[in-house]
Nanobody, 119 residues
Framework: VQLVESGGGLVQAGGSLRLSCAVS????????MGWYRQAPGKQRELVAA????????NYADSVKGRFTISRDNAKNTMYLQMNSLKPEDTAVYYC?????????????WGQGTQVTVSS
């Protein structure tokens, strides 16, 4: 499985960005996909996740009501629509996909895309 993010950039506080994650390879094996972020000096944290069928989503409290995760299985692409951005959303955003094999979680990561929100 290969993941390639795009859509990051510089935006003013209150603005919007949409991140995309293009998925290729053995996509049928994926159980859940998600977006994580890592700010300088901080641990990587989950931002949002979505199940393979798109029927269930999960968000970090800090982004609820502002971010929306979605996926288009026909295009093998996952999205993160980010609205009302705040300076504290500044981070490198990573696309993640995983599945379980014999109860072991197998992770795939993209290369990351920088999101910078200016005040």
């Amino acid at each position: 499985v290969q993941l390639v993010e795009s859509g990051g950039g510089l935006v003013q506080a209150g603005g919007s960005l949409r991140l995309s994650c293009a998925v290729s390879g053995s996509t049928f094996s994926i159980d859940v996909m998600g977006w994580y972020r890592q700010a300088p000096g901080k641990q990587r944290e989950l931002v949002a996740a979505i199940t393979s069928g798109g029927g269930s989503t999960n968000y970090a409290d800090s982004v609820k009501g502002r971010f929306t995760i979605s996926r288009d299985n026909a295009k093998n692409t996952m999205y993160l629509q980010m609205n009302s951005l705040k300076p504290e959303d500044t981070a490198v955003y990573y696309c993640n996909a995983f599945y379980y094999s014999n109860y072991v979680r197998v992770n795939y990561w993209g290369q990351g895309t920088q999101v910078t929100v200016s005040s």
